[in-house]
């Protein structure tokens, strides 16, 4: 069973001595310690996850959107079939428009600029994509390798920590573009709050030769830690 009272701590069995203190996330009620030896497990190639693999994919090089980009959510494990991929292509129109968006990390952005993020969510709202297989996992999950600095990365572990109590609560009636703009809004402060942490993050990841984002890295963070859970 999950644990989803506050102040839920992971603890990595090693820890960099001299690294960033624990860190608080999902509106402080979740406790991050040792974040730095977290951060590096994830992305050493030899534990398996994701890094390199999506982060680096090449298609065009570019924000523009391509078929190509179209099956990086296969390389974060999300099932994408012929039926799948063929909505996706569909959906192309609508989503095009994260080329669009202002040139500002989440860190930094204002309402309207998380405005702009949601908004690409809310093709998921229409009707006729309703049950036909396609949710936010697998939309952010195209559209965060275009702007790994403002579109943020959601799965069922990232709704668990950012709909725990205290911080996002749950409702049926939000659409997706409601959700959405709600979880970058808090991790846009959860970012800012703990700023000096993330910046140290990032610089350590530039040092090791594995240069992500900040936002990149908050998903890393959470998403480790809410494979924790009991």
Not at 60 to 84: I, K
Not at 184 to 198: G, P, S, V, Y
Request: aromatic residues 6%; negative net charge.
């Amino acid at each position: 069973m999950e644990d989803h009272r506050p102040g839920r701590v992971l603890r990595p069995a090693t820890g960099r001595s001299g690294g960033p203190r624990a860190i608080r996330l999902c509106a402080g009620s979740l406790v991050v310690e040792h974040p730095d030896q977290v951060l590096l497990d994830y992305l050493d190639v030899r534990n398996g996850y994701a890094y390199p693999a999506y982060d680096c994919l090449i298609t065009n090089g570019s924000s523009e959107l391509v078929d190509g980009d179209l099956l990086a959510p296969t390389l974060m494990g999300a099932h994408l079939d012929a039926g799948r991929f063929s909505l996706l292509r569909e959906m192309l129109p609508a989503l095009e428009a994260v080329a669009e968006l202002p040139a500002v990390s989440l860190q930094d952005a204002d309402e309207d600029h998380v405005m702009c993020v949601a908004g690409l969510f809310g093709i998921l709202d229409e009707p006729r994509y309703a049950g036909r297989g396609i949710r936010g996992t697998i939309v952010s999950k195209v559209l965060h390798r275009k702007r790994p600095d403002l579109v943020p990365l959601y799965d069922s572990r990232i709704f668990e920590a950012y709909t725990a109590p205290g911080v996002i609560p749950r409702s049926p009636h939000h659409s997706w573009q409601q959700f959405m703009d709600m979880l970058c809004t808090q991790m846009r402060d959860d970012l800012q709050a703990e700023a000096e942490a993330f910046a140290e993050l990032e610089r350590l990841a530039a040092a090791e030769g594995t240069p992500v984002t900040q936002l990149r890295i908050l998903d890393i963070l959470v998403w480790r830690t809410a494979d924790t859970w009991q």
